[in-house]
């Protein structure tokens, strides 16, 4: 580049000779556009050039803009190459040449929807600076939205609409790769579903007014959310240590509407998928009891459908709880011989864990209850089973149905 060519660098009217200019419409705004800009001389009067030329190639074709502005064109074809020449004597009016010519010519290959060419003066972007979200473009109450593409300064005023509506302004202002976040209640009724569509309007000199131009649109799908969990999973621990019959209870923020209905979710720590657990509900108070969970550690993932309209499925991190086993219930005999060979022995149950108070039975007779010791009680010479659970049953695992 010459060292005298950054003197151009402002915005003015480009007049350029045969160039036919109109205004962008709608549908000129969606199809994708093409936005130069220039900083240079704008025409031989202006840079008072003897020879003045500005061309503008898409594939070996020569284009002209569709619409000029303070220095931004507007293509609705890809420009491919550009080509300026400036050319003026020096002058003599300063007693000998006064070095005040220019001789510079610039140009070269655009390769890119987001170039910043060799020449300062010229930039040029895509108008489709929207990434398409594909499939996965479903939300309920808020979505993160950005251009994307390129550096350049350019500011980006929103705009959404949604079925059967025409595009609303949100008064936000962005510019490349700005993340925003679109929440629903901010601008829609909080009951709506269905399609919603996003556009930017490309501001590419925040000084002027006039030359901005639309993007392409991306259209996302609103749906129903799903209930929120007004507290974290309250997990209860099994009745026995090696029972399956743990419990955890889910207590939502709201009912479910007519025709709603969960569908539930349950995986371990290491994501395998588990039948979902026995279901009992509790409709006026919200709340859901799952029970025959094993020993473990689980976390839950749930949507709600609404007929066959979906909700959102509950965002990470996803409801976890453990389940516990109980105290552990054990039990030990207390043996005490007796001081003749003729005396009956003489025995006491300690038993600790588990829930009080606790149950013996010796050789299947009648069952006698007792807290932590019990009663010291005599057996006849021989040999005898003797069996102990606690208040839910459980036995001891390590020990019962003893003999002695």
């Known amino acids: 580049m010459f060292q005298n060519s950054l003197k151009y660098h402002t915005y003015k009217i480009l007049f350029l000779i045969g160039f036919l200019f109109y205004g962008i419409n709608s549908t000129q705004a969606q199809s994708k556009l093409y936005i130069m800009s220039y900083g240079g001389p704008k025409s031989g009067e202006e840079c008072n050039c003897?020879?003045?030329?500005f061309r503008v190639e898409s594939n070996g074709v020569p284009i002209n803009p569709i619409s000029v502005f303070e220095g931004i064109l507007i293509y609705d074809k890809r420009p491919t190459f550009y080509d300026i020449v400036l050319y003026r004597p020096d002058s003599e009016m300063c007693s000998g040449y006064c070095h005040d010519g220019i001789n510079e010519h610039y140009g070269g290959n655009i390769n890119a929807d987001c170039t910043a060419t060799q020449y300062d003066a010229i930039g040029l972007i895509s108008n489709q600076v929207l990434a398409d979200p594909g499939a996965d473009n479903s939300f309920c109450d808020k979505i993160n939205l950005k251009t994307t593409g390129c550096t350049s300064p350019e500011r980006f005023r929103w705009e959404y609409r949604i079925q059967g509506g025409s595009f609303q302004p949100m008064n936000i202002n962005t510019g490349f790769n700005e993340t925003f976040q679109f929440v629903k209640s901010a601008y829609i009724p909080e009951s709506y579903v269905g399609n919603i569509d996003f556009r930017v309007l490309i501001d590419s000199n925040t000084a002027i007014t006039g030359e901005e131009v639309y993007s392409n649109i991306i259209s996302y799908n609103v749906i129903p959310c799903a209930?929120?969990?007004?507290?974290?999973?309250?997990?209860?621990?099994t009745s026995c240590v090696y029972n399956k019959d743990g419990k955890v209870v889910l207590t939502f923020d709201r009912a479910l509407i007519a025709n709603e209905r969960f569908?539930?979710?349950?995986?371990?720590?290491?994501n395998a998928l588990i039948p979902t657990p026995a279901l009992s509900v509790d409709s006026t108070n919200k709340i859901y009891t799952f029970s025959g969970l094993a020993l473990g550690q689980y976390y839950i993932k749930y949507q709600s459908f609404?007929?066959?309209?979906q909700t959102s499925v509950n965002k990470e991190p996803y409801p976890a709880f453990t389940?516990?086993?109980?105290?552990?219930?054990?039990?030990?005999i207390i043996e005490t011989q007796p001081a003749c060979h003729n005396e009956p022995g003489k025995i006491q149950l300690k038993a600790t864990g588990g829930e009080s108070p606790y149950y013996y039975t010796v050789d299947n007779g009648t069952e006698v209850e007792f807290n932590s010791i019990s009663n010291v009680f005599t057996l006849t010479e021989g040999d005898h089973y003797i069996k102990v659970r606690d208040k839910k049953n459980c036995l001891s695992v390590t020990a019962n149905d003893v003999q002695i």
């Open 50 to 53: 003897t020879y003045f030329s």
């Open 227 to 237: 209930p929120f969990l007004n507290k974290n999973p309250e997990p209860e621990t």
């Open 263 to 270: 569908e539930f979710n349950f995986y371990t720590a290491d």
């Open 306 to 309: 609404i007929g066959s309209q």
């Open 323 to 332: 389940i516990a086993p109980p105290s552990e219930f054990t039990f030990e």
